[in-house]
């Protein structure tokens, strides 16, 4: 039996000190602890050597020993003065512009090793632990001990370097309706104890769940209302916590058809339903309670940083698009036709706005209330990404065409009789051999067709939650009273002559 396994999931709940920077070894040992993950109507018992899982499970743990690695392990950890724990710098309490940067570095290292394509990799969850503790002080004045909860809970994630999910949403029942009409809609406290709170209800889309060590809850702002108050919670568990179930949905990583879906295999980062069947919370891992407006106002204070993390990753993912569409339009003779040139500069375009805004976001930093540096947060970055990333992929859907579909399997290539005629008739352009072809359209199929592409398609459209919602949001909170106060002074002033 490992350390882990011995720890009751509430043991380890208290832990706050630990190992540091995560390895690829620790972090698979991590995720064998009796967790409840279903998938198929089945019940997973490892997830680190199931077929849907498993190709993830390994991606990711490269990653930590990459962070490791003698080439990153200063751009992508410190070594923490109190402690002298190492911890990765996904979890750096930024305080000067020049940590903040650091956090760049080590975002891009993430980000550029995945291709942009682990929208909910640990990096980002790790950011969001940060911006917990940075809301500190509010979460202490929600209820004296909530915010010491936060700093501790920075510690027991930072320390041990955990991969995090998170569940904002709730159930898509009946959205005209809401918990007043129908309780089940909602995540509720059924008791308060004198040691914690036991909650029963639903949560949805938590990303990576059955591969994270731990789920952090924070209320969806659709029941920061004053009637549905009693719904407003803030709380954090470890996936094993009794009672907690995770479902899977569809795996998109597929192993069976040789060189097919090379992103989709590695990077399929699973979306759960969570149920809380009568689960136990110790009050150390709860957040916040029963305030609305505080819970709402909490939901942009503790994002900046995570938001940094995912417009690193957009700029990375939109790069990689642009790489593949380049590549498919050579491979097929198209790119010296001018309309698919001004296609590819539009991904270009695309790629450097991208570049450039996050870029900006850092600029534009500032000291917050809880005394860390924060990118400037703005939906209108959230929004942007949302919107143009349907049209790359639509770009590259029409520079690839039916070279998307009609490629050869690996088992098609290896078979001797096959092989002439594909040699002669799927080949490309400039003698690029029928293999090469073909992995260069699988990763276009991957990106632009198929589950695993559409899946990242709504992820990039809905992460941020509600694009609708979002846009009203940043129209009422922009400052518009100069442009306004000057347009009413030029309407009630004479023309000129
Ligand atoms: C791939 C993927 C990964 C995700 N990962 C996570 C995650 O890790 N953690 C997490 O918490 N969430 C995650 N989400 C959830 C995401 O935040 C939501 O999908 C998003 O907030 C939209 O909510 P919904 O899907 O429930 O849509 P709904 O709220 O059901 O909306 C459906 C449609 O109805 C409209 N609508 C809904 N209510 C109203 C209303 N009152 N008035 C007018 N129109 C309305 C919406 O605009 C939309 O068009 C993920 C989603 C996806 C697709």
Redesign the pocket.
Known sequence: MTDTQTRTPFEQVLLADGPGAMTGERYKESLRDGREVWLNGERIEDVTTHPAFKGTVDRLAELYDMQNSDELRDTMTYVDDETGIRISKSYLLPRTLDELKEKYANSHAWMRSTWGQL??SPDYMANVVVGLYDFRDELEANRPGFGQNAVDYWKHCAYNDLAL??????P?ID??KSVLDDPDQGLKIIEEREDGIVVRGA???????PLSNEVL?YL?A?FAVREAEEYVLWFALPMNAPGLKILCREPLGDHQHGHAHPLARQYDEQ?SMLFFDDVFIPWQRVFLMHDGPLALNGLRRITPWAGYSSHIRFEQRMKTYLGVASLAADAIGVSGFRNIQEQLGEITSVVEIARLLTLATEAQHKVTPGGLVAPVSSAAVGVYSANISSRVQEILRKIAASGLLMQPTQKDLENPELRPFLDKYMKGADGLGVEEKSRIFRLAWDLAGDGFGQ??E??E?????????NLIGLYHRYDKSEIIGRIQELVSSPLPE
């Open positions: 929208g909910r999910t998170h569940a904002l949403g709730d898509q959205r005209s949560k949805q889309l938590a990303t990576l769940a809850s969806s659709s979306d899946r990242q709504l992820y459209y809905l992460h941020r939650g509600d694009v609708a919602r």
